[in-house]
Structures are given as structure tokens and as C-alpha cells.
T-cell receptor, first 114, second 113 residues
Framework: EAQVTQNPRYLITVTGKKLTVTCSQNMNHEYMSWYRQDPGLGLRQIYYSMNVEVTDKGDVPEGYKVSRKEKRNFPLILESPSPNQTSLYFC?????????????FGPGTRLTVL | QQQVKQSPQSLIVQKGGISIINCAYENTAFDYFPWYQQFPGKGPALLIAIRPDVSEKKEGRFTISFNKSAKQFSLHIMDSQPGDSATYFCAASMHSGYSTLTFGKGTMLLVSP
């Protein structure tokens, strides 16, 4: 089944404890990105990647890191999480760089930072 | 600067009624306007999309109306059903070349039985 998977789905952690949220897609998509969803703020892009080893900042990159060493994987790293990073996170991928390509979202990771 | 403004933030419609969600954009370079639907506990999924060379696109009970001069587009859900209860996001991007999707803030739709 073609899909975007994320792990973990739920995570409760404490301030300052490094964590990684994994994202993997099995559709051979070039483009991958991370979003956070907060009430009243909608979906905001954190980072995106146009191909292996090519990443760039989105609208809200502060406090996050990403890497794209393989085409299928795009992990999101929080080196020192803070409570304001409590949010619902979505990984997404699409087959090409052009805007008309359908974007496929993962099921989400709900993160709570205490 | 919010490039895509979406309203209302929430909407309650009776079963069988028409749900209408509106979006306005600022960047005249945008030429692709998708709508994504998100059910609770799930990621958003593409519902329907339109390009500005047409003023309307219909897929089943879902219709996008597009007004290029006003830089506005809207989603109409005819004969709304409880199963349509979800959050709806409008978005905009450029059709060709690399472009990121710019999302509206979302509308929570509740269709009452």
C-alpha cells in the first residue's frame, strides 16, 4: 500500500531531551516536507526537501533539524525540545517539485513537551 | 504575512444543507488551488483542486468556485452529510516549477444529523 508512515504516533517528553520523529514513504517521491498543526494556526511548514541531501527551511524552522540521506526517509529532529513545540506534526511527500502534484500526508505525530 | 485567508474558522450545518467555505489569496502568481480534507486522527488528504482557467469545478457533491478578479475561491458541499464532518484546508501554489503549498488556517465543519 502506498503510504507515508510516521513514528511514533504519540510522544510525551520533557524539556531538553533530544528526540527524533521518523518519516518514511514508499512511493519513490522526490519531495518531502514536515508541517506542524496548531489550533487556529493551521498547517505551517517546518522544513522541506527536494531530493536526497537537499533540504531547506519552511516558515517555522526554529528549533528543528532534518536530514535526507535516503530518498524514502526524512526524519525530524528536535535537539532540545521546549513546551512551545507541543503540537501535532505531519510528514508529507509528493511525486514532483511542481505545485500541481498531490501531496500525501502521514497519519501525524502528537508531541507533548513538559 | 498570511497569503491565504480562510473563513469561517468553524461551521455547523444541518444534514442536507449546503456548506460553504471561503478563501482569499494575495499572491497573483498562484495558479493552482487545492482543497484538503482532514478527518479526526488522520492526515489531510486531497479532496478537489482547480486551476484559474475555469471558474468552477465539480466532483460529486463538492464544487470549487473560483473568482480570479477578486482573488477568491470557495468550496461548496451540497447535501452535506454527517460523514463530511472534518477540517477543510484551502491551499494555493504555483502550478509549474517548484512551489510550496501555502495553506489557509482551516475550517472545522460539523454536519448535524
Amino acid at each position: 500500500e502506498a503510504q507515508v508512515t510516521q513514528n511514533p504516533r504519540y510522544l510525551i517528553t520533557v524539556t531538553g531531551k533530544k528526540l527524533t520523529v521518523t518519516c518514511s514513504q514508499n512511493m519513490n517521491h522526490e519531495y518531502m516536507s514536515w508541517y506542524r498543526q496548531d489550533p487556529g494556526l493551521g498547517l505551517r511548514q517546518i522544513y522541506y526537501s527536494m531530493n536526497v541531501e537537499v533540504t531547506d527551511k519552511g516558515d517555522v524552522p526554529e528549533g528543528y533539524k532534518v536530514s535526507r540521506k535516503e530518498k524514502r526517509n526524512f526524519p525530524l529532529i528536535l535537539e532540545s525540545p521546549s513546551p512551545n513545540q507541543t503540537s501535532l506534526y505531519f510528514c508529507a511527500s509528493r511525486p514532483g517539485l511542481a505545485g500541481y502534484n498531490e501531496q500525501f500526508f502521514g497519519p501525524g505525530t502528537r508531541l507533548t513537551v513538559l | 504575512q498570511q497569503q491565504v485567508k480562510q473563513s469561517p474558522q468553524s461551521l455547523i450545518v444541518q444534514k442536507g444543507g449546503i456548506s460553504i467555505i471561503n478563501c482569499a489569496y494575495e499572491n497573483t502568481a498562484f495558479d493552482y488551488f487545492p482543497w484538503y480534507q482532514q478527518f479526526p486522527g488522520k492526515g489531510p488528504a486531497l479532496l478537489i483542486a482547480i486551476r484559474p482557467d475555469v471558474s468552477e469545478k465539480k466532483e460529486g457533491r463538492f464544487t470549487i468556485s473560483f473568482n480570479k478578479s477578486a482573488k477568491q475561491f470557495s468550496l461548496h458541499i451540497m447535501d452535506s452529510q454527517p460523514g463530511d464532518s472534518a477540517t477543510y484546508f484551502c491551499a494555493a501554489s504555483m502550478h509549474s516549477g517548484y512551489s510550496t503549498l501555502t495553506f489557509g488556517k482551516g475550517t472545522m465543519l460539523l454536519v448535524s444529523p
